[in-house]
């Protein structure tokens, strides 16, 4: 009987320590899943093959837009276009150069003018590390504008890009509303995000290898933090001059939208950069 009792109770025990280590293990999953392998890519990276990038388990991609206030990064299209054929989540970067908060204005709105029209699933990112010559002040006041402009021009709320230094040393609090995508390279994990709780990206390499690009590449950890919302999908297509949004209907073909809408397939593939549709999808359609 004694025996019988201290095998229940052995046995109970057993049963705890197990739905624990389930409990532990599923945390661990969820958290790992919330994580996506990703790259950043540019002219830097040539001519590349996208569908040898995802077979590489590659599936998000943030490509860059552009410069400043006038250089179009000359792969953009071209990345874009191939990127979004593949069905990869992607989304577009700014190297930004600006001096002042005029020129933080001006360069928003040049970013601005690159990507409203094309399709992305990731949050459009300011990339601003050229701060030689500028006080702590002047950077963050630049950033706040340029930030604060964008998201007004987006209705999206946009994606601090920072290394981890400049994370520590430079960047306010009040900053830390916009998702962190980070730099420091060789580590498990950043040295420093500064005031910012998380990072929902971390660059943790520029020199990785990724099969379908020639030479090297910045190589990327994503959260689910860095896509945009649906909310933020519809009310920034409904709010774009001469634009809609419409959601893909089981059954539906090219054609069928062309004529709903009194347009052409061809406008339709040429806008939305697309060659095949399937129920769900959203596409962008001029009024």
Same mark, same amino acid.
């Given at each position: 009987?004694?025996?019988?009792?201290?095998?229940?109770?052995?046995?109970?025990?057993?049963?705890?320590?197990?739905?624990?280590?389930?409990?532990?293990?599923?945390?661990?999953?969820?958290?790992?899943?919330?994580?996506?392998?990703?790259?950043?890519?540019?002219?830097?990276?040539?001519?590349?093959?996208?569908?040898?990038?995802?077979?590489?388990?590659?599936?998000?991609?943030?490509?860059?837009?552009?410069?400043?206030?006038?250089?179009?990064?000359?792969?953009?299209?071209?990345?874009?276009?191939?990127?979004?054929?593949?069905?990869?989540?992607?989304?577009?970067?700014?190297?930004?150069?600006?001096?002042?908060?005029?020129?933080?204005?001006?360069?928003?709105?040049?970013?601005?003018?690159?990507?409203?029209?094309?399709?992305?699933?990731?949050?459009?990112?300011?990339?601003?590390?050229?701060? $030689?010559?500028?006080?702590?002040?002047?950077?963050? #006041? /630049? =950033? @706040?504008?340029?930030?604060? +402009?964008?998201?007004? &021009?987006? *209705?999206?709320?946009?994606?601090?890009?920072?290394?981890?230094?400049?994370?520590?040393?430079?960047?306010?609090?009040?900053?830390?509303?916009?998702?962190?995508?980070?730099?420091?390279?060789?580590?498990?994990?950043?040295?420093?995000?500064?005031?910012?709780?998380?990072?929902?990206?971390?660059?943790?390499?520029?020199?990785?290898?990724?099969?379908?690009?020639?030479?090297?590449?910045?190589?990327?950890?994503?959260?689910?933090?860095?896509?945009?919302?649906?909310?933020?999908?519809?009310?920034?297509?409904?709010?774009?001059?001469?634009?809609?949004?419409? $959601?893909?209907?089981?059954?539906?073909?090219?054609? #069928? /939208? =062309? @004529?709903?809408?009194?347009? +052409?397939?061809?406008? &339709?593939? *040429?806008?939305?950069?697309?060659?095949?549709?399937?129920?769900?999808?959203?596409?962008?359609?001029?009024?």
């Amino acid at each position: 009987m004694g025996g019988n009792v201290m095998k229940e109770k052995l046995t109970k025990i057993l049963a705890v320590c197990f739905s624990f280590i389930m409990c532990i293990s599923a945390v661990t999953v969820v958290s790992a899943a919330s994580e996506h392998k990703g790259i950043d890519v540019s002219v830097w990276q040539g001519d590349i093959n996208f569908r040898e990038v995802k077979d590489d388990g590659i599936d998000y991609v943030y490509i860059r837009a552009g410069e400043g206030t006038t250089l179009v990064d000359s792969k953009f299209d071209r990345n874009y276009r191939d990127a979004r054929r593949e069905g990869m989540k992607l989304g577009f970067y700014h190297y930004v150069t600006a001096r002042d908060t005029r020129e933080a204005k001006d360069q928003a709105h040049f970013f601005y003018s690159l990507i409203k029209d094309k399709r992305q699933d990731l949050r459009p990112a300011m990339d601003f590390e050229q701060l $030689t010559g500028l006080s702590k002040k002047e950077a963050n #006041d /630049i =950033a @706040r504008v340029y930030m604060d +402009t964008l998201e007004k &021009l987006m *209705k999206i709320k946009p994606a601090f890009y920072s290394n981890a230094y400049d994370c520590e040393s430079v960047w306010e609090e009040d900053l830390t509303k916009y998702p962190l995508w980070v730099a420091d390279y060789g580590v498990e994990r950043p040295y420093s995000i500064g005031h910012w709780k998380d990072w929902s990206g971390f660059q943790y390499s520029s020199r990785g290898s990724v099969r379908g690009i020639h030479g090297h590449t910045d190589m990327d950890r994503f959260k689910d933090e860095l896509l945009i919302t649906d909310k933020e999908k519809e009310d920034a297509n409904c709010t774009k001059d001469g634009y809609l949004s419409y $959601t893909v209907k089981e059954g539906e073909t090219l054609r #069928d /939208i =062309a @004529r709903k809408f009194d347009t +052409t397939t061809r406008e &339709l593939i *040429k806008l939305n950069h697309l060659e095949l549709i399937h129920p769900g999808e959203k596409l962008i359609i001029r009024k």
